[in-house]
Antibody, heavy 125, light 110 residues
């Protein structure tokens, strides 16, 4: 069974840094297409970043240059390093795995099939 | 990348059908058939309900269906049930290797 468990959220001051973790089970994070999505309080979902199986990464303009997505295959864990945090980064952060297309034998990263329960990041002084 | 446009809320009675629209541009919804829909019960993980405009992942009820015309995609929920009450989000791949979501629609089952 595929499971994702996020951790690392908490209260951080503006300008600070935080690293979120997302531990996977039931599949290999290193060969999957993994994304981070966030939801600010009272707002909708916002895609943040993706890492392909080949380690190519892409970011939303709102976090480009401040956030870095990465993974550790030995720990089967996805990370999101967040620097220069702002109040508007306050949100529940979800990790998600792309949809495996059994017909074409590849991941459709833009379809988020499995999600974690999320971890709350609060940026405030 | 601006968020896709969805109505803030829709409602229907049990057994009825409702449709949620999702309007984008030719750079996202209109340019690709990579539209998906998610159901989100607050406090829980979102669930993928529709992908490739109209396909359902295994395990998703056939009461959920999707379509697209031009820059607007739609999600229809038929035979409304109490457990369908949730927030629904559309999403589309964009040409710049990013993903954009709609603002979300709250479905209320009366």
């Amino acid at each position: 069974e595929v499971q994702l468990v996020e951790s690392g959220g908490g209260l951080i001051q503006p300008g600070g840094s935080l690293r979120l973790s997302c531990e996977g089970s039931g599949f290999a994070v290193s060969t999957s297409y993994m994304s981070w999505v966030r939801q600010a309080p009272g707002k909708g979902l916002e895609w943040v970043s993706v890492i392909y199986s080949g380690a190519t990464t892409h970011y939303a303009d709102s976090v480009k240059g401040r956030f870095t997505i990465s993974r550790d295959s030995s720990k089967n864990t996805l990370y999101l390093q967040m620097n220069s945090l702002r109040a508007e980064d306050t949100a529940v952060y979800y990790c998600a795995r792309g949809l495996w297309d059994s017909v074409w034998g590849n991941y459709r990263w833009y379809y988020l099939h499995y999600w974690g329960q999320g971890t709350l990041v609060t940026v405030s002084s | 990348q601006s968020a896709l446009t969805q109505p803030a809320s829709v409602s229907g009675s049990p057994g009825q059908s409702i449709t949620i629209s999702c309007t984008g541009t030719s750079s996202d919804v209109g340019g690709y058939n990579y539209v998906s829909w998610y159901q989100h019960h607050p406090g829980k993980a979102p669930q993928l309900m529709i992908y490739d405009v109209s396909n359902r992942p295994s395990g998703v009820s056939n009461r959920f269906s999707g379509s697209k015309s031009g820059n607007t995609a739609s999600l229809t929920v038929s035979g409304l049930q109490a457990e369908d009450e949730a927030d629904y989000y559309c999403s589309s791949y964009t040409g710049s290797s990013t993903l954009v979501f709609g603002g979300g629609t709250k479905l209320t089952v009366l």
